[in-house]
């Protein structure tokens, strides 16, 4: 008996229930020849009963599936990458398609150039985890039809382009309101990229904690990064050489953290100590280095599936339950963080 429309399944639960990949339904659906007798008609059976008419089937498949994914991403040397995309990985799985990554490295033109490659339809839909793009960027892709979604994006994108992000201002609203509890006031900011959406939300939070207990924010404290070791490092020595140093610093990446915990170590400086840490995304170093770091966690990987989810809507023209997806961050606490007597503040 067949189901009512409103509980038809979609073509990757038919692949799910009939054990098989999703191209697999595609070429029966296409009553292409390069099936298995017995895998065809477990397909068709399970296409019938589960409401699947033809008509609906080829509006679908108009065109030839290729199996792939396309998630193109900044760079491949990032542990914020590396979860994303395993979070992707995850959903993939369970779909028998194809992950394809491609980086930019950075590069504004590479960017351009992929983009441009994804439009040909070569792949069944992209991820996006982009570190320049903007709305402009996107109008080839939805002049082509081909189904993407973004991740995390660092600008303002159009109320009609899905993508998945975190709480990045109530993120960094708890990580300083939390080492406000432990009586620091001279808390420092080591941001990311200024033009990047998610590195001004950060910022925000922080300015707003401070004001609620009347702490003048100092602009010295609030330092430029680029979410890497490196400046973690770098901008870390130049709070250190103030006449003042912070007794706390909130680093806008665990990357970045770590870079602030070499350069203490390279000052014969103690955490907590001396000063206490928190970082912002929960990647798994933050639980690996001494000692274990107190951080926002980002829910990357959930970011990736979730984005997943929805491109696999996309693909098969299901409409989506929201365009754009916010998951809540929440503070890790671990052991970089201490509590300041009064004479230290």
Same mark, same amino acid.
């Given at each position: 008996?067949?189901?009512?429309?409103?509980?038809?399944?979609?073509?990757? %639960?038919?692949?799910?229930?009939?054990?098989?990949?999703?191209?697999?339904?595609?070429?029966?659906?296409?009553?292409?020849?390069?099936?298995?007798?017995?895998?065809?008609?477990?397909?068709?059976?399970?296409?019938?009963?589960?409401?699947?008419?033809?008509?609906?089937?080829?509006?679908?498949?108009?065109?030839? &599936? #290729?199996?792939?994914?396309?998630?193109?991403?900044?760079?491949?040397?990032?542990?914020?990458?590396?979860?994303?995309?395993?979070?992707?990985?995850?959903?993939?799985?369970?779909?028998?398609?194809?992950?394809?990554?491609? #980086?930019?490295?950075?590069?504004?033109?590479?960017?351009?150039?992929?983009?441009?490659?994804?439009?040909?339809?070569?792949?069944?839909?992209?991820?996006?985890?982009?570190?320049?793009?903007?709305?402009?960027?996107?109008?080839?892709?939805?002049?082509?039809?081909?189904?993407?979604?973004?991740?995390?994006?660092?600008?303002?994108?159009?109320?009609?382009?899905? #993508?998945?992000?975190?709480?990045?201002?109530?993120?960094?609203?708890?990580?300083?309101?939390?080492?406000? #509890?432990?009586?620091?006031?001279?808390?420092?900011?080591?941001?990311?990229?200024?033009?990047?959406? !998610?590195?001004?939300?950060?910022?925000?939070?922080?300015?707003?904690?401070?004001?609620?207990?009347?702490?003048?924010?100092?602009?010295?404290?609030? &330092?430029?990064?680029?979410?890497?070791? %490196?400046?973690?490092?770098?901008?870390? !020595?130049?709070?250190?050489?103030?006449?003042?140093?912070?007794?706390?610093?909130?680093?806008?990446?665990?990357?970045?953290?770590?870079?602030?915990?070499?350069?203490?170590?390279?000052?014969?400086?103690?955490?907590?100590?001396?000063?206490?840490?928190?970082?912002?995304?929960?990647?798994?170093?933050?639980?690996?280095?001494?000692?274990?770091?107190?951080?926002?966690?980002?829910?990357?990987?959930?970011?990736?599936?979730?984005?997943?989810?929805?491109?696999?809507?996309?693909?098969?023209?299901?409409?989506?339950?929201?365009?754009?997806?916010?998951?809540?961050?929440?503070?890790?606490?671990?052991?970089? !963080?201490?509590?300041?007597?009064?004479?230290?503040?």
């Amino acid at each position: 008996m067949k189901q009512p429309l409103s509980k038809r399944s979609t073509i990757s %639960e038919i692949a799910a229930k009939a054990g098989v990949s999703i191209p697999t339904v595609s070429r029966v659906l296409h009553h292409r020849p390069d099936v298995a007798p017995e895998t065809r008609k477990r397909v068709e059976q399970l296409l019938e009963a589960n409401g699947f008419i033809q008509s609906r089937a080829q509006n679908l498949l108009r065109k030839e &599936r #290729s199996g792939i994914i396309d998630i193109v991403v900044p760079g491949l040397d990032s542990m914020y990458i590396f979860e994303i995309a395993r979070g992707v990985e995850e959903v993939l799985a369970r779909t028998g398609l194809r992950l394809a990554i491609s #980086s930019t490295h950075h590069s504004l033109q590479t960017e351009h150039q992929l983009l441009n490659k994804i439009q040909d339809g070569s792949s069944d839909g992209a991820i996006l985890v982009l570190a320049h793009g903007a709305p402009p960027h996107f109008d080839p892709l939805r002049h082509s039809n081909v189904p993407f979604v973004v991740v995390d994006h660092g600008g303002e994108l159009g109320p009609d382009i899905p #993508s998945v992000g975190a709480t990045n201002w109530l993120g960094g609203r708890t990580a300083t309101e939390y080492l406000i #509890s432990l009586g620091h006031r001279r808390i420092a900011m080591i941001a990311g990229p200024s033009t990047l959406r !998610c590195s001004q939300d950060r910022i925000a939070g922080y300015r707003l904690a401070l004001e609620n207990v009347g702490v003048q924010v100092n602009p010295v404290l609030i &330092r430029p990064g680029t979410f890497t070791p %490196e400046s973690g490092y770098e901008q870390t !020595c130049a709070l250190l050489d103030l006449p003042e140093p912070p007794t706390a610093i909130f680093a806008g990446s665990d990357e970045q953290a770590i870079g602030v915990y070499h350069a203490l170590g390279a000052r014969g400086l103690r955490i907590p100590d001396d000063i206490s840490i928190v970082g912002f995304d929960d990647v798994s170093a933050a639980s690996i280095v001494t000692p274990r770091l107190t951080t926002v966690r980002q829910p990357l990987m959930e970011m990736g599936r979730v984005a997943t989810t929805m491109l696999l809507r996309l693909v098969e023209e299901e409409p989506l339950d929201s365009i754009r997806v916010e998951l809540t961050t929440n503070l890790v606490v671990r052991d970089s !963080c201490r509590h300041l007597d009064a004479i230290e503040r």
